[in-house]
């Protein structure tokens, strides 16, 4: 089992940053692809960034430019840098974990329980 805490939501004005944390702990934190996904009011979970074990990351298009997924593995931390943040990014954001590398949110077997980003126009 993997536990997944997400951390660092908030409220922000369009144009602004946030930066959001997941905390890992209960295996082998650098065995894991670790993911951000969020879910609007009324909308599916929706895939926004994955990092490999080795650093390779993906985006989904309406991110590119603005949001960075970095990680930690000495924290056993995974981290979104969103910057440029735009009120269509209002959702709440979630972290998981999967030994599988894609995009789907079934490959994602370990999921923290989210956090709310709101931004504002």
């Known amino acids: 089992q993997v536990q997944l805490v997400e951390s660092g939501g908030g409220l922000v004005q369009a144009g602004g940053s946030l930066r959001l944390s997941c905390a890992a702990s209960?295996?082998?934190?650098?065995?894991?692809?670790m993911g951000w996904f969020r879910q609007a009011p009324g909308k599916e979970r929706e895939f926004v960034t994955r990092?490999?074990?080795?650093?390779?990351?993906a985006y989904v298009d309406s991110v590119k430019g603005r949001f960075t997924i970095s990680r930690d593995n000495a924290k056993d931390t995974v981290y979104l840098q969103m910057n440029s943040l735009k009120p269509e990014d209002t959702a709440v954001y979630y972290c998981?974990?999967?030994?599988?590398?894609?995009?789907?949110?079934?490959?994602?077997?370990?999921w923290g329980p989210g956090t709310q980003v709101t931004v504002s126009s």
């Open positions: 998981a974990a999967s030994q599988a590398w894609g995009r789907d949110p079934l490959l994602f077997p370990y």
């Open positions: 209960g295996r082998t934190f650098s065995n894991y692809a």
């Open positions: 990092i490999s074990w080795g650093g390779g990351t």
